[in-house]
């Protein structure tokens, strides 16, 4: 008889921040407006009327469809959000680290580094969007 196997929550959340972070970025950078300067800049309306960043606009979008394949698809709303507003918010990442990260993910979303290897920005990222899983 066979028996679900729970993965390890490192694994799936390192899976899910490796693909949020290199989506994001990457579509933020095709802006006709040049690359983003901030969480804040490039102001979008939405088609209901609802202000937001590029980057969040972005992030949204291409955490949505990161997540979309995933166990963790029919939560992917709560934890994108969650993980925007904690990524953004001021004990998140610094915004040139948040561009560091993209550049090292550019490619390669499997270039996360291992638990033992990763930069303090990474772990950052893991540490946000694990409690986002976790609360969903």
Request: glycine share 8%.
């Amino acid at each position: 008889m066979s028996r679900h196997v729970r993965r390890p929550a490192f694994s799936r959340s390192a899976k899910a921040a490796a693909s949020l972070i290199f989506v994001v970025l990457v579509a933020a950078s095709c802006s006709s407006d040049g690359f983003p300067e901030s969480y804040t800049d490039q102001v979008q309306t939405l088609d209901n009327g609802t202000e937001v960043s590029l980057v969040e606009m972005n992030w949204l979008e291409g955490c949505t469809v990161g997540l979309a394949d995933s166990d963790l698809a029919n939560d992917a709303n709560n934890i994108c959000a969650c993980s925007y507003a904690e990524v953004s918010g001021p004990d998140g990442i610094a915004f040139d680290e948040f561009v560091d990260l993209n550049n090292e993910l550019k490619g390669d979303p499997n270039a996360l580094g291992t638990e033992e290897s990763m930069t303090p920005a990474e772990r950052r990222l893991l540490d946000i969007v694990r409690g986002c899983i976790a609360g969903s």
